[in-house]
């Protein structure tokens, strides 16, 4: 999972922003506090050379409507399944 979040973000796919956002529901479940928290473990664990820049995006992000991210085009937005 730690690769797939870091090469998604090199990539482009979506912004760190939107990823934490969607990984906040299982973050909490986890402890990590929120989807940022999350978001810089796997980035720890994938050896992420631009951990702390998108960590940083992803922490000044303004929320991203669900409607406009790239996952959500593609499955179901997690403001949705709430």
């Given at each position: 999972?730690?690769?797939?979040?870091?090469?998604?973000?090199?990539?482009?796919?979506?912004?760190?922003?939107?990823?934490?956002?969607?990984?906040?529901?299982?973050?909490?479940?986890?402890?990590?506090?929120?989807?940022?928290?999350?978001?810089?473990?796997?980035?720890?664990?994938?050896?992420?050379?631009?951990?702390d820049?998108?960590?940083?995006?992803?922490?000044?992000?303004?929320?991203?409507?669900?409607?406009?991210?790239?996952?959500?085009?593609r499955?179901?937005?997690?403001?949705?399944?709430?």
């Amino acid at each position: 999972m730690s690769t797939i979040v870091a090469e998604s973000l090199d990539a482009g796919y979506d912004g760190p922003a939107v990823v934490a956002q969607w990984l906040s529901p299982v973050a909490h479940r986890y402890q990590f506090g929120d989807g940022v928290g999350m978001v810089g473990w796997l980035l720890d664990l994938a050896g992420a050379a631009d951990r702390d820049r998108w960590i940083a995006e992803a922490t000044e992000g303004a929320p991203v409507s669900c409607a406009k991210s790239a996952i959500a085009t593609r499955t179901q937005a997690p403001c949705e399944r709430r």
